[in-house]
């Protein structure tokens, strides 16, 4: 697109509403190696994207969004050196659509394994968790779906850790925003040993347990819950004593044993019979 910026304009609206409602349009782009360098162009030829009209990167990001839809691209597309990097400049520093469309984006590049592992590398996962804090309600919601993709792959799960995503999630969760989304993001990370620490300092699991009894929990939310808790508490023993006043003031964990999901009872037991063990040592010891 070296073209005059009014003209580069007028055709960055032009592919952006072409790839938005011409589906076969999308496949022309995976035709050659050159095309998706030659549409970023005015974005990779400044050293920063406050330079670039916000009009002309978002319609860019955007058309980037709606190319990465079609299958057969998604390989290409990430591969492509310009674009992940292009993609988090946006999350950075773009208006809030467009780094709600830069998320939406690495969400759907992220569709194909090999590229979770290529943009968890790249460094993408810092400002998505940054746009999760602090972005709005759509762009929250794009970039934790984009973040709950890239730690299905196990490398991803502590570069998140470190990025400081239990923290902002546990935050979003207790604020109520995006909870089912956000417990099975959770559920995930708090395998990891540090997050199990930061989950026990922000004393997560007070808040797990009233999320179940909260009337309006899915079921899928209840054993997301009753997951975490399960694990914070065989890697953290100083866990059991808070888990066994709120079981004796709300009976919480035995209900779900009677109305959760067959993971969830599954979960639920074990913690109960870990608990009345624990009674029981102490009554005959």
Known sequence: MSLP?????????????????????????????????????????????SEVPSDLQEDL??????????DNNKKLVAETPIVIPVLIDAL??????????????IFTLSALDSNKLLIGKSGALKPLIDLLDKGHQLAMKDAASAI???????????????????????KKIM????????????????????????????KAIPCLLTIIRESNTCARSKENCIAITHNLCYNDRTTWKELREEEKAFGTISQLTSNGTSRAKRKANEL???LNKAVNYTHTA
Do not use: Y
């Open 175 to 202: 604020d109520r925003t995006l909870v089912d989304e956000l417990l099975s993001t959770l559920a995930m990370l708090s395998c990891h040993q540090r997050a199990v620490e930061e989950l026990v300092q922000l």
């Open 61 to 70: 990001i955007t058309t980037l969004l709606n190319l990465s839809i079609h």
């Open 148 to 170: 709950f993709n890239l730690c299905i792959a196990h490398e991803n799960k502590s570069r998140a850790v470190k990025a400081g995503a239990v923290k902002v999630i546990m």
């Open 5 to 49: 910026l009014p003209h580069q304009k007028e055709a960055a609206k032009e592919l952006r509403v072409l790839t938005k409602k011409v589906p076969s349009f999308r496949t022309i782009f995976g035709e050659s190696h050159d095309f998706i360098p030659q549409l970023l162009g005015p974005l990779s030829k400044t050293e920063s994207l």
């Open 92 to 105: 950075q520093s773009g208006t809030m659509e467009t780094r709600s469309n830069s998320a939406a984006a």
């Open 272 to 274: 109960l019979e870990r």
